[in-house]
């Protein structure tokens, strides 16, 4: 089976295709819509498909089997992937308004794709749908509820594809059901995330309505007092601009690579230094949090750019957990292994590369499968 994955953003398009869950080529075209890039998403298509022809792999894309497209937010509609149709094209439009970055570019590829080739079946997988599991008091805010029922004001969480691909992954190091293991996963990359996963489920996550919510980030601030976008707002600074794109290791400290960052804070640098350490005391409290939430605590899972090559930061967040029985084994934490808690740790820390896209060929291929059935 030949799927193609495809993660449209506002001025790039991300592919990968795999045949029986193998992944064959992938590729990120950028800059679309600029003077140095593709005039728009249907030519950035079409180069995917001369890419994919020059491989060798298919000659047109209607040698696919499927198409799965990631899509930002599924909101509470979509709980799982589905196989896209008219109606699900107008559910992920209508979500617009909670995602309005993202959705509208998921939407175009999936509107695009669907034209060029009608007949081959194309799914949608959610970055909200892993985190539908959570309970009310996970995902209300203590704020009028009527704002809940009219705009669907909620804790809606992302990442969701990472958080359930290292979930199962974790499950396969630790030669378990994934359904008989708490884990709190971390998924640390330009944005970030934790999910406390309990039997397999998410049961809470750290970002909320929008990614904002939650651990420090590249260049957003996480949780701050809500009074504060309201203060910059009646100063006249942009408070959406400020936090999304100005805060955490950026606002910090000037840097939002990691890589950056340790190397000037190892050459003494106190501001990076200080950066690092408000981004890992943060994962820390969360740590901390989802530990007093699931109880018992398997395996605490870092991934994404930073979880999975920062032995620096997962030091800094490892240290003093071990009254949790989180316990950090160094020597193996420098080498980047998979597994880098102690033998004797009561909780295992597993260091899991993320793969979105592998995730999103292999749901797809599940909604298809079942479909035929
Ligand atoms: P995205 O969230 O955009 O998918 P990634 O998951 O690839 O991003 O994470 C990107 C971040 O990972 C970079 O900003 C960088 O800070 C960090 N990173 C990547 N490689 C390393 C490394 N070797 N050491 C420390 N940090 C790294």
Redesign the pocket.
């Given at each position: 089976m030949k799927i193609l994955v495809l993660n449209a953003g506002s001025s790039s398009l991300k592919y990968a295709l795999y045949e029986n869950l193998g992944k064959r080529v992938e590729g990120n075209i950028e800059h679309i819509g600029e003077p140095n890039g593709p005039k728009d998403h249907r030519t950035a298509l079409f180069e995917i498909e001369r890419e994919l022809a020059g491989h060798g792999e298919i000659r047109a894309f209607d040698e696919l089997d499927a198409v799965g497209h990631r899509v930002v937010h599924g909101g509470e509609k979509f709980v799982e992937p589905v196989q896209i149709d008219e109606r699900v094209v107008e559910a992920i439009r209508a979500l617009i308004p909670l995602a309005p970055l993202h959705n509208p570019a998921n939407l175009q590829g999936i509107e695009l794709m669907r034209k060029l080739i009608p007949d081959i079946p194309q799914v949608a997988v959610f970055d909200t749908a892993f985190h539908q599991s959570m309970e009310e008091e996970a995902y209300l805010y203590a704020i009028p509820l009527a704002l809940y029922e009219k705009y669907g004001i909620r804790r809606y969480g992302f990442h969701g594809t990472s958080h359930a691909y290292v979930a199962k992954e974790a499950a396969k190091y630790l030669k378990r059901a994934p359904e008989t293991l708490n884990l709190i996963t971390l998924?640390?990359?330009?944005?970030a995330s934790a999910c406390a996963v309990q039997r397999g489920r998410s049961v809470d996550t750290s970002m909320g309505f929008t990614p904002l919510e939650g651990l420090v980030m590249?260049t957003r601030s996480g949780d701050i007092d809500p009074e504060i976008p309201i203060f910059m707002q009646k100063e006249g600074m942009d408070a959406d601009r400020l936090l999304n794109k100005e805060s955490g290791l950026k606002g910090l400290c000037g840097h939002?690579?990691?890589?950056?960052?340790?190397k000037m804070a190892k050459a003494g640098d106190k501001t990076s230094r200080t950066a690092l350490k408000i981004f890992s005391r943060r994962i820390k409290k969360y740590i901390g949090a989802y530990t007093a939430l699931l109880g018992n605590v398997d395996a605490v899972v870092f991934t994404?750019?930073?979880g999975?090559?920062?032995a620096?930061?997962r030091r800094m967040v490892c240290e003093g957990l071990e009254p949790l029985g989180i316990c950090l084994d160094d020597t193996k934490n420098r080498k980047n292994v998979n597994i880098v808690s102690t033998e004797g740790s009561g909780v295992k820390i597993l260091v899991i590369p993320?793969d979105e896209a592998l995730e999103i060929a292999r749901q797809t291929e599940t909604v298809l499968s079942v479909h035929k059935l």
């Amino acid at each position: 089976m030949k799927i193609l994955v495809l993660n449209a953003g506002s001025s790039s398009l991300k592919y990968a295709l795999y045949e029986n869950l193998g992944k064959r080529v992938e590729g990120n075209i950028e800059h679309i819509g600029e003077p140095n890039g593709p005039k728009d998403h249907r030519t950035a298509l079409f180069e995917i498909e001369r890419e994919l022809a020059g491989h060798g792999e298919i000659r047109a894309f209607d040698e696919l089997d499927a198409v799965g497209h990631r899509v930002v937010h599924g909101g509470e509609k979509f709980v799982e992937p589905v196989q896209i149709d008219e109606r699900v094209v107008e559910a992920i439009r209508a979500l617009i308004p909670l995602a309005p970055l993202h959705n509208p570019a998921n939407l175009q590829g999936i509107e695009l794709m669907r034209k060029l080739i009608p007949d081959i079946p194309q799914v949608a997988v959610f970055d909200t749908a892993f985190h539908q599991s959570m309970e009310e008091e996970a995902y209300l805010y203590a704020i009028p509820l009527a704002l809940y029922e009219k705009y669907g004001i909620r804790r809606y969480g992302f990442h969701g594809t990472s958080h359930a691909y290292v979930a199962k992954e974790a499950a396969k190091y630790l030669k378990r059901a994934p359904e008989t293991l708490n884990l709190i996963t971390l998924h640390l990359g330009n944005g970030a995330s934790a999910c406390a996963v309990q039997r397999g489920r998410s049961v809470d996550t750290s970002m909320g309505f929008t990614p904002l919510e939650g651990l420090v980030m590249g260049t957003r601030s996480g949780d701050i007092d809500p009074e504060i976008p309201i203060f910059m707002q009646k100063e006249g600074m942009d408070a959406d601009r400020l936090l999304n794109k100005e805060s955490g290791l950026k606002g910090l400290c000037g840097h939002n690579d990691v890589r950056t960052i340790e190397k000037m804070a190892k050459a003494g640098d106190k501001t990076s230094r200080t950066a690092l350490k408000i981004f890992s005391r943060r994962i820390k409290k969360y740590i901390g949090a989802y530990t007093a939430l699931l109880g018992n605590v398997d395996a605490v899972v870092f991934t994404g750019g930073i979880g999975e090559h920062s032995a620096m930061v997962r030091r800094m967040v490892c240290e003093g957990l071990e009254p949790l029985g989180i316990c950090l084994d160094d020597t193996k934490n420098r080498k980047n292994v998979n597994i880098v808690s102690t033998e004797g740790s009561g909780v295992k820390i597993l260091v899991i590369p993320t793969d979105e896209a592998l995730e999103i060929a292999r749901q797809t291929e599940t909604v298809l499968s079942v479909h035929k059935l």
